[in-house]
């Protein structure tokens, strides 16, 4: 049997887990920059705010309403995720984190347990252990657990947040009540594709012929009737180390001097350079763009990226700062306002296995500089240690006017508590 746990509303749950006086009021936390709406409690649900909405067209609404508004605090959430899928390892190791708030559990072996009963217990341990709410499905295949999780968070009263399918009854039940642009797995043109032919929900589409299900929607649509109709064909994933990495933002303003966006660029390849130290990976291609604001129309518009050869593996952020400037002195043009840039780091290898031609080789004195600054910078803070081309009085942070504190993750910030005797 597998397993969903979805954690509820996991933006909104991470900032109530430290303000409990925001609990049963609307939460609303907004994209990088302040920019939309990423995340809603049920109370904001209920108010109308759509997912994606614009925080700026929303602004009055949110102070009608007495909305509570946050900025993404990623150290928080990401820390309160790492606890959550810790606490989850603890009923099975068979576990795929399948995004920040989700994972896959599978329970090999559990035939003579009462699977309903250890949702309870995941259910009550993750509660306790985090303070964040979670919801439980349980089925044979990975597609169904999914179904089962959205009926556990739909019926949350009926089923206390833990459902479980493991008779055909109640799959056929439950893949009748789900909407076929719901079924995960179910893209917006597949969804269109079925409706014409009068396919309305996931029971119907387990019904179409295998044949028509391949030559429409390929071998994954063809996996996915089968892990509906009861055969696992989906197995649990180990999350594989990522084939590309990129750090790209808008600028807070428009910019049109070359040295300002020149530091710019050095940091995203920096920022690059420390992401694939992180997962153990060189790169041997770099890619740089720039545009402008394609918002204003009233400016003349420009835009393009170009792609570098490092000439051999590397993930020292010495190296690719000086290929990253390289390529924006190609494509800077003056006279332009620029929105926009970011490097992108790809044709990715694991660090030992390192591939070099017969005259170029790589700093064998890069690798220890870079180990040194990846241990003062964990030690006091990101962007602690910088280099040369990098502006030392300059942090170039995102928009976020209403961040909360790294109530986890530093101990300046960390909740206070006010004894009177």
């Known amino acids: 049997m597998f397993a969903l746990v979805d954690c509820n509303n996991f933006y909104a749950s991470c900032e109530r887990v430290f303000n409990p006086g925001l609990n049963g009021k609307p939460v609303v936390v907004l994209s990088n920059n302040d920019g939309c709406v990423i995340?809603?409690?049920?109370?904001?649900?209920?108010?109308g705010i759509p997912m994606g909405a614009p925080a700026f067209e929303y602004k009055k609404t949110f102070e009608q309403h007495n909305i509570n508004v946050f900025s993404s605090n990623y150290a928080l959430y990401g820390d309160m995720s790492n606890r959550v899928m810790n606490l989850l390892r603890e009923f099975t190791p068979d576990i795929e984190i399948y995004s920040i708030d989700e994972a896959f559990l599978q329970f090999n072996g559990f035939e003579k347990f009462d699977l309903h009963d250890i949702g309870l217990q995941m259910k009550k341990g993750v509660t306790q252990g985090t303070g964040i709410p979670i919801s439980i499905g349980f089925a044979p295949s990975k597609a169904l657990a999914k179904v089962?999780?959205?009926?556990a968070k739909k019926f949350d009263k009926q089923t206390n947040g833990v459902h479980l399918i493991d008779t055909d009854e109640k799959r056929i039940k439950a893949l009748k009540w789900l909407p076929i642009e719901d079924v995960w797995g179910i893209g917006r043109q597949h969804a269109k594709r079925l409706k014409a032919k009068n396919i309305h929900n996931a029971w119907q589409f387990t019904q179409l012929p295998d044949d028509w299900v391949r030559k429409n929607m390929a071998v994954v649509g063809l996996r996915l009737k089968h892990d509906l109709e009861g055969k696992p064909t989906l197995p649990?994933?180990?999350?594989?180390?990522?084939?590309?990495?990129?750090?790209?933002?808008?600028?807070?303003?428009m910019y049109t001097e070359f040295n300002d966006i020149k530091?710019?660029?050095s940091t995203f390849a920096v920022s690059c350079?420390?992401?694939l130290r992180r997962q153990d990976s060189h790169c041997n291609l770099i890619m740089v763009f720039?545009?402008?604001n394609g918002f204003r129309k009233d400016l003349p518009q420009y835009g393009r990226n170009i792609v570098i050869n490092t000439h051999y593996p590397t993930n020292s952020s010495i190296d690719l700062i000086k290929?990253?400037?390289?390529?924006?002195?190609?494509?800077?043009?003056?006279?332009?306002?620029?929105?926009k840039a970011g490097v992108i780091v790809m044709g990715l290898s694991p660090t030992n296995q390192k591939q070099l031609s017969l005259f170029t080789e790589s700093n064998p004195k890069h690798e220890p500089i870079m180990q040194i600054v990846d241990r003062l910078n964990k030690a006091y803070g990101n962007n602690k240690i910088k280099f040369g081309s990098?502006?030392?009085?300059?942090?170039?942070?995102m928009k976020q006017e209403r961040l909360s504190p790294r109530y986890t993750t530093n101990i300046l910030e960390i909740p206070t508590a006010c004894c009177k005797q």
């Open 390 to 397: 990098q502006s030392l009085g300059r942090q170039w942070k």
């Open 273 to 275: 350079a420390e992401k």
């Open 148 to 151: 089962a999780n959205k009926i």
């Open 290 to 292: 720039l545009h402008t």
């Open 263 to 265: 530091e710019r660029v």
């Open 236 to 253: 649990l994933e180990v999350k594989n180390p990522k084939k590309m990495i990129a750090t790209t933002r808008s600028f807070e303003k």
């Open 323 to 339: 290929y990253a400037q390289a390529g924006l002195k190609v494509i800077y043009k003056p006279g332009y306002h620029y929105k």
């Open 39 to 47: 995340a809603r409690s049920n109370e904001a649900k209920a108010l």
